[in-house]
């Protein structure tokens, strides 16, 4: 029997307190679609409770590499979070992934484009930006993300896929995960 496609599953579900349980729902819809999904905390560090932090960081990287050059895709979860942008190890990741000319695709439950987002952050009262960060452009290309996110998704064969969920289920609602399973079974299709 022919090997499933492997998909990376990127997104910051890995910060999560159900974290391991979030991994598996991702796991299981990849099955359901025909795909074998591929959860950074697959990753195992035997023995990581003895190891320096930096040294713990290290492992965790290098594997989630090794696990990423088994892959055949990647699906990344790009939802903003802790900021007006999606998670930077899920950036790094999504790069990494077109560097190697794999398919990416992407999903964000903010359906609203990049630079309404920084618009909206400057005016919050809370946000403490300096003098020169109030004075930058802000990149407007009707985009979901960061041009050079959005641009590699797209340039990697894929699709960038925005779904409007409510605010207590902003980075865990699956309905966009869901959408980019069907569109990586067009693309495996396709090949």
Not at 82 to 107: H, N
Request: one cysteine or more; a negative charge.
């Amino acid at each position: 029997m022919p090997a499933r496609p492997r998909i990376y599953l990127a997104g910051p579900e890995v910060f999560f307190p159900n974290a391991k349980a979030q991994g598996e729902v991702k796991k299981r819809l990849c099955a359901e679609a025909g795909f074998e999904g591929i959860y950074p905390l697959d990753n195992v560090i035997d023995g990581h409770e003895h190891l320096a932090p930096q040294e713990l960081a290290r492992r965790i990287s290098h594997g989630n590499e090794r696990l990423m050059r088994s892959c055949d895709l990647l699906i990344a979860n790009c939802t903003p979070f802790r900021s007006v942008s999606m998670d930077v190890g899920t950036a790094f990741e999504i790069g990494f992934m077109r560097a190697l000319g794999k398919p990416v695709l992407g999903y964000s439950n903010t359906p609203g484009d990049y630079a309404r987002r920084v618009r909206e952050a400057a005016r919050v009262g809370s946000a403490v930006w300096d003098a020169e960060s109030h004075a930058a452009d802000i990149e407007d290309f009707g985009l979901a993300e960061n041009l050079m996110i959005a641009v590699a998704i797209l340039d990697a064969g894929g699709e960038f896929v925005t779904h409007e969920v409510s605010a207590d289920r902003m980075l865990s609602d699956l309905t966009a995960f869901r959408r980019c399973l069907e569109i990586a079974q067009r693309l495996h299709s396709c090949n």
